[in-house]
């Protein structure tokens, strides 16, 4: 199958179509981050709420992107991300006028069907397109490119939320889409895996998509009924034993989605575990970061998608680079200082309190935000680049689902288990900090009631003035101290993604 130089025409076309389709995915999930509160007013949705609207697209995500690397493979890869690009489309557009969160949730799922078809071929196309001796910094370019995109998700949400249109970044994903698929139908050759043939591996479909479901239900419902409720831990056994029943299929299917002895090459092990412990704490600490902003910190939500400009402007100035000292020095040492120096960064965020707002931002969060951004930065790219070669081309499409699906997975826990733990964390805290004021029983039972909101709660109707002000100040309060547990945990989880990256990564990845 042929490949282009990066600077030819087609080269060129397979760059931007694969750019601008991973972008509509990247945006809609940071800028929806920003909307958050937004949405959570204009819903009335509850805290738990929230989670199923990040989870219902992740888990639909995680449990079939496998089989969209695979269907590529086998029917085409830019067949198949052209057909996920359109279903994408079509659930963006549903998600933008649902009219209550259980439509939204729905309608997020359909968004996952297509991310599933989409995700896994942008990478896969672009990787079996390109000269292998361009490859990464072809994928450089793709990495600093839609990093940028995403990280305009925020300001573009936040701008959107402030005008109260936050239904509006679903729209936004549709002109995106719609060019894509037309430099795609126009410009764009097709590629796929000639020995790839057979049925779908429908056994691992479901043993995966159930275990993650009934995990991620577990968790959600955890602070609401406790650990100890049967729907709680039965859930918990169920997904656990969903999850190795899929690892048992896979190992015996004749034709498995994942297939397992890809992880025989310590490389591509490495990098995948490198995938899962860095963007869970990725995905745990940007999510609380932005609710914090909102609703402790006193800033808008235009102001809150800002406070990551300096983050985008590092991904713009250093992606590319990165990958091209990757391609020239091997990729392990960045895959080892850029994760650390990302758990740095959230450290850093992790110790900043109630702050003055706005005002105070040049030196409370913009140092750590400098720290995280710059390695992000250096390890984007060579991770990427890392997983694609760590395979050969008839497998690129499995590569990338696999590691997509790492990336996802790890945010479907992420939110599900970190959302759980702060639900508990901010009880713990309010059941504390109340024991202060002299409130009548009743009323305290209102005022804990609220702890499912977190950053969102609000003080009962029926107290008084002062008393109003004093349980504010504790919800605040309380969910700072919340937020700073989350981050130090999300810190820890990208010093793990290091560690896996010392142990694990080779300058000369083997092939399979």
Request: proline share 4%; with cysteine; aromatic share 10%.
């Amino acid at each position: 199958m042929p490949t282009y130089p990066l600077r030819s025409e087609a080269g060129r076309w397979v760059l931007v179509s694969t750019i601008l389709a991973s972008s509509m995915a990247f945006i809609d999930g940071t800028a929806l981050n920003v909307v958050l509160p937004a949405l959570q007013k204009g819903l009335n949705a509850t805290g738990a709420d929230l989670f199923w609207i990040l989870n219902a697209y992740l888990l639909v995500l995680a449990a079939l992107i496998l089989v969209g690397g695979s269907l590529g493979d086998r029917l085409g890869r830019k067949r198949v991300y052209m057909i996920g690009i359109s279903i994408f489309l079509l659930g963006s557009a549903a998600c933008g006028v649902a009219p209550n969160v259980g439509y939204l949730i729905a309608f997020r799922v359909l968004q996952g069907i297509g991310g599933a078809l989409m995700i896994p071929g942008s990478l896969s196309l672009l990787s079996s397109s390109i000269d292998e001796k361009e490859r990464g910094k072809a994928i450089g370019t793709w990495s600093a490119a839609t990093t940028v995109v995403t990280l305009g998700g925020p300001i573009i949400g936040g701008a959107l939320a402030d005008a109260g249109l936050w239904r509006y970044i679903f729209f936004i994903n549709i002109p995106i889409g719609l060019a894509a698929l037309l430099i795609l139908s126009r410009k764009v050759g097709e590629t796929r895996d000639a020995d790839a043939s057979g049925a779908l591996d429908l056994p691992g479909v479901f043993a995966i998509a159930l275990g993650l479901a009934a995990l991620t239900f577990g968790f959600l419902r955890m602070p609401e009924l406790g650990f100890h409720h049967w729907a709680v831990w039965g859930s918990l056994a169920l997904g656990l034993l969903l999850l190795v029943a899929f690892l048992l299929i896979e190992a015996k299917s004749r034709r498995p989605m994942m297939p397992l002895y890809l992880f025989a090459n310590p490389t591509f092990s490495g990098v995948n575990a490198l995938t899962f412990f860095l963007y869970a704490g990725l995905g745990a600490g940007m999510l609380f970061v932005s609710l914090n902003l909102v609703q402790a910190q006193g800033y808008s939500q235009l102001e809150s998608g800002l406070t990551f400009l300096p983050f985008t402007l590092l991904m713009i100035g250093l992606a590319r680079w990165a990958g091209s000292l990757a391609d020239k020095y091997g990729p392990r040492w960045f895959l080892v200082g850029g994760p650390a120096v990302a758990g740095v960064g959230l450290l850093l965020l992790s110790f900043i309190g109630e702050t003055r707002g706005p005002r105070d931002y040049w030196t409370t969060f913009l140092p750590a935000v400098l720290v995280f951004g710059l390695g992000l930065a250096f390890t984007v790219a060579p991770l990427t680049t890392t997983v694609m070669t760590s395979v050969d081309d008839r497998h690129s499409g499995v590569a990338s689902g696999i590691n997509n699906a790492m990336t996802r997975i790890s945010n479907v826990f992420a939110n599900a288990i970190f959302g759980a733990l702060a639900v508990l964390l901010f009880t713990g805290v309010l059941r504390g900090k109340l024991d202060g004021l002299s409130l009548p029983p009743e009323m305290k039972q209102e005022v804990m009631a609220q702890a499912a909101n977190l950053g969102n709660a609000k003080p009962p109707a029926g107290l008084a003035a002062t008393d109003k002000e004093a349980v504010a100040r504790i919800y605040r309060e309380g969910f700072i101290t919340v937020y700073g547990d989350i981050l130090r945990l999300a810190s820890g989880l990208a010093f793990l993604g290091a560690v896996m990256g010392l142990l694990f990564v080779r300058n000369k990845p083997r092939q399979q």
